[in-house]
């Protein structure tokens, strides 16, 4: 069977076997890439028409207790300096991102004892009572299943936690020992089970990563059915032990992107500041492969260069006025107008 047959295959039934996803993924060509491209956009035009939502991101801290090998926040990194905004500043950047048309909130945080359950869920309520027409999305990582219920009852709506890998190998490949995919799926599972809008994805290009287990992380989403994928390229931070590895390839993000907007054709599926940093296009590249969300920052401009996750992050205008302003200008370019409505619930169980 040809490449353009499997992907069609894919779209028919929103599964493959593991070796034609993983053949898929080994030997595709620019040509099944722009295929994958055309019915993902195809897909998605269909779905979300020429709105494109804007979530604002929120950089709550960059203080991490964990030690992932590919992430410039790890713990073992002493050259970052550290950050952690207080309530009253993120609810700050939330009134500017409302002013500004934002009805989503992305409050994003890594691993901080300091952020403890009590700090994050009285930050959430205050989000909530202030800001009752938008959309709390959280991504605080691995937390207990009592935490993540807290946050739900306090009035979050949807969680982001990538799986980063689906093969158990590859994650101890990535990740020191304490640090398990045993877990993170255990995560994920409460999170659905509680009832978030839950989001899972992976990094395309991490060292050791193969077809196979591509293809692994594809029928992981198929399975589980998050109502939000997020994919986005690895990049190389020069404070961690992959440091010298090569950056995902901006392609393979793009035609991973299109496997998934073919494979669930209602999530959403936001466009990753990893992309926008590995392509000058790269956030229009994205949409035109399949995604429906842009992600504008709303952290204050001092503390965002300080989430370092990989070397030159990148982000947009001098401040969140101006940053939002170029993306509308840009994502017009393309055809697109920001929606300022918190978004559709699509399914509020996944
Ligand atoms: N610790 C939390 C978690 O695990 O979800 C939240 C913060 S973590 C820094 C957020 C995301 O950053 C991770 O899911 C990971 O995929 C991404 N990330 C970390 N290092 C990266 C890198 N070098 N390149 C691209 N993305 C990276």
């Not at 410039?72 to 409302?98: D, I, K, Q």
Request: proline share 4%.
């Amino acid at each position: 069977m040809s490449n353009i047959e499997l992907i069609d295959r894919l779209a028919a039934d929103g599964v493959l076997a593991e070796e034609d996803l993983e053949v898929l993924l080994a030997t595709y060509t620019a040509a099944d890439r722009d295929y994958a491209a055309s019915l993902a956009y195809r897909i998605a035009r269909g779905r979300f028409g020429t709105n494109l939502h804007a979530w604002g991101v929120i950089d709550i801290t960059n203080n991490c207790s964990k030690d992932c090998f590919y992430c410039g926040l790890c713990r073992s990194n002493e050259a970052l300096e550290r950050y952690r905004l207080s309530t009253e500043e993120v609810l700050a950047c939330c009134s500017e991102g409302h002013r500004l048309g934002i009805r989503t909130f992305v409050l994003q945080a890594a691993e901080d004892p300091d952020f403890g359950d009590d700090v994050a869920d009285d930050l959430i309520w205050r989000v909530r009572k202030g800001f009752p027409d938008s959309a709390i999305a959280l991504s605080f990582g691995e937390r207990s299943r009592a935490a993540y219920q807290r946050y739900f009852d306090a009035g979050a709506d949807r969680y982001l936690l990538r799986h980063e890998t689906a093969d158990a190998d590859h994650y101890a490949q990535l990740h020191p020992r304490r640090s398990t995919l045993a877990n993170r799926i255990r995560c994920l599972e409460d999170l659905k089970s509680i009832g978030f809008e839950t989001g899972s994805g992976m990094l395309v290009g991490t060292p050791f990563q193969t077809p196979l287990r591509l293809a692994r992380d594809l029928l992981f989403l198929a399975d589980f059915d998050p109502a939000l994928v997020t994919v986005g390229p690895f990049l190389p931070a020069s404070t961690t032990k992959f440091a010298e590895a090569p950056a995902g390839s901006v392609e393979k993000t793009l035609f991973v992107l299109s496997l998934v907007r073919i494979i669930l054709p209602n999530a959403d599926l936001p466009v990753m500041t990893s992309i926008a940093t590995a392509h000058p296009r790269g956030r229009e590249m994205a949409v035109m492969a399949g995604a429906n969300i842009v992600m504008p920052n709303l952290t204050p401009p001092a503390e965002r260069a300080k989430y370092a996750l990989y070397d030159g992050r990148v982000t947009l205008g001098a401040d969140a006025a101006d940053g939002l302003e170029i993306l509308r200008r840009r994502m017009d370019a393309i055809g697109y107008t920001l929606a300022s409505d918190r978004g559709e619930h699509r399914r509020r169980s996944g």
